[in-house]
């Protein structure tokens, strides 16, 4: 079927974050929008072919002004689709039961250790059938995409074991297939020791280094490869050496640093040269000193400090000291359950002394240069993916004051209109 152009006509407020392709934004950049008013956009053929003040783009399109389907943006702002740079997409089971206990005290890592939290989400995941794992995990993509989210990373990670592992990678594959969400994957096979490895942990890192990576490589099921550096998992010794095996294998390093104890997680991340160390919510300054020389994204989960009732990671101090930020859901059964990147936003801004442009910049091209994709995605452009969103709001500061609320309106994916109306189409 040919698709018809789709032309978005007179946005109060079209936010392009142009110029932001070749690398992330930082410091003073992040607050740079370029926003255009009065602004228009022309999708065809899956691409951003023209964007411009109203008056320009129909200026540019006049003969062919009849062959395109409008919609008409008055009084909504445009942003480029959000891409959301952290999730446990692919995974079986709920723990609420957890929750309980932690509000009466018990904490994260006690519930881990006592054989719950991940433990229990890999023990779901390994008894779910690829099917299952499809439909659950296809259900919370529709819900991500009903929030204006059009990319997802999302890990591996409860499986633990190669053939579980394997199948959640293929299940995020068939995702990225058949779902209009694009999903890019991570290798995350060191997300927890399993049980039967408790007594030689570095018999398991083995095996993910000896066995795990280089299938993984080998059937190109993964860009990246991440690594729960914490003191009760994985030290920084052995994440350096699985950090250091994904990237002998062409898989690039992303780490979960610094989340719960300072652990020089982002100094590591440093060291490896890798994308992203997410999380950082107990960051040392060396950390961030190391991560703005050697140009590490920092991936911020506020949602998991919300959940956990910890203390947030200081986006202000990270961004004032030259990191490019980026937030993200961190998606998961455990620590941050939800989808929505518009109440991360929010959070941004109220807990980490983000302003709203800055967490706008945070998921959308910095999101998209967390997992390699800023010269795709991320910013309105001409000759990018025609990745859209439109929200019912007439400036950008109300997309995150009128909070826990889902202002989506419309979203277009590679082109093609995927929510209308708040509706999946
Ligand atoms: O990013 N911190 C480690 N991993 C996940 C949580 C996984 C879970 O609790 O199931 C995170 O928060
Ligand atoms: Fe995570």
């Not at 992040?30 to 009065?38: R, W």
């Not at 050496?241 to 100094?267: F, Q, S, V």
């Amino acid at each position: 079927m040919i698709q018809k152009p789709i032309f978005i006509r007179h946005a109060n407020q079209l936010i392009t974050l142009k110029n932001s392709s070749s690398a992330p934004l930082k410091g003073n950049e992040m607050n740079e929008l370029h926003i255009i008013e009065d602004g228009s956009v022309w999708l065809e053929h899956g691409i951003i072919q023209a964007v411009g003040t109203d008056k320009e783009v129909a200026e540019l399109f006049q003969e062919r002004l009849e062959e395109a389907y409008v919609i008409d943006a008055t009084g909504k702002i445009v942003t480029p689709g959000l891409v959301d740079p952290h999730t446990h997409l692919v995974h079986a089971g709920s723990r609420e039961n957890e929750f309980n206990m932690r509000l009466q005290g018990a904490t994260y890592m006690e519930i881990m250790n006592a054989g719950g939290g991940i433990h229990s989400s890999t023990k779901a995941t390994r008894e779910a059938t690829h099917e299952q794992l499809y439909e659950q995990s296809y259900k919370r993509l529709d819900q991500f995409l009903l929030h204006g989210v059009t990319t997802v990373e999302a890990k591996s990670g409860y499986g633990l074991a190669w053939e579980h592992e394997l199948k959640q990678l293929e299940v995020a594959k068939t995702l990225h297939e058949q779902h209009p969400i694009d999903i890019v994957s991570t290798f995350m096979g060191a997300h927890a020791v399993p049980a039967n490895f408790k007594e030689n942990p570095d018999e398991f890192v083995d095996l993910v280094i000896n066995e795990m990576i280089p299938r993984v490589a080998e059937l190109g099921l993964a860009e990246f490869n991440d690594v729960f550096c914490e003191r009760g998992v994985f030290t920084p010794k052995q994440s350096k050496r699985i950090l250091e095996a994904g990237l002998d294998h062409g898989l690039l390093a992303k780490i979960h640093a610094d989340e719960i104890e300072p652990y020089a997680g982002a100094e590591l991340a440093a060291e490896v040269g890798a994308v992203s160390a997410d999380h950082l919510l107990r960051v040392s300054d060396e950390g961030v000193i190391a991560m703005a020389e050697h140009g590490v994204i920092a991936v911020l989960l506020p949602g998991t400090a919300f959940f956990l009732m910890a203390d947030f990671a200081n986006g202000r101090r990270m961004i004032d000291a030259g990191v490019a930020v980026a937030l993200s859901t961190d998606s998961n059964p455990g620590s941050s359950p939800t989808i929505s990147l518009p109440f991360i936003m929010n959070l941004g801004c109220l807990k980490m002394g983000m302003t709203p442009a800055e967490v706008l910049t945070a998921t959308t091209i910095n999101a998209a240069h967390a997992i390699k994709r800023g010269h795709e995605v991320g910013s309105i452009e001409k000759g990018k993916k025609a990745d859209i969103t439109i929200f019912n709001v007439p400036n950008f500061y109300q997309l995150v004051y009128h909070y826990g609320m889902n202002h989506t309106d419309s979203v277009i994916k590679g082109g093609k209109m995927v929510v209308q109306g708040g509706q999946l189409v």
